[in-house]
């Protein structure tokens, strides 16, 4: 089983930057996607960004050309850097990934969340 750990959330002014670093640990598990998807206060989840084992990406318009989705395959860990934060982008943020098991059936697994709050 597949376990996955946020870490790099906190509190920064509108302008600034985050890095947000999710591991994924356990046995018996091979990786075909991993992203990020945010929840604000009221609000639905919502696709954040997303990178398969391909390499190819997929973001939500209102975070393109400001974030950036990459990953460390041998870890493997996926990073979500996010630059030029707005105020909108408070949410907390929730690692995803696809994963097949040894018998090679997919499977979702999500992180704990890690609380973003960008300030004006």
């Known amino acids: 089983q597949v376990q996955l750990v946020e870490s790099g959330g906190g509190l920064v002014q509108a302008g600034g930057s985050l890095r947000l670093s999710c591991a994924a640990s356990?046995?018996?598990?091979?990786?075909?996607?991993m992203g990020w998807y945010r929840q604000a206060p009221g609000k639905q989840r919502e696709l954040v960004a997303t990178?398969?084992?391909?390499?190819?990406?997929n973001y939500a318009d209102s975070v393109k050309g400001r974030f950036t989705i990459s990953r460390d395959s041998a870890k493997p860990t996926v990073y979500l850097q996010m630059n030029s934060l707005k105020p909108e982008d408070t949410a907390v943020y929730y690692c995803?990934?696809?994963?097949?098991?040894?018998?090679?059936?997919?499977?979702?697994?999500w992180g704990q969340g890690a609380q973003v709050t960008v300030y004006s």
């Open positions: 995803n990934g696809r994963f097949l098991d040894l018998s090679s059936r997919s499977y979702v697994h």
């Open positions: 356990g046995s018996g598990f091979s990786v075909t996607a």
């Open positions: 990178l398969d084992r391909g390499g190819s990406t």
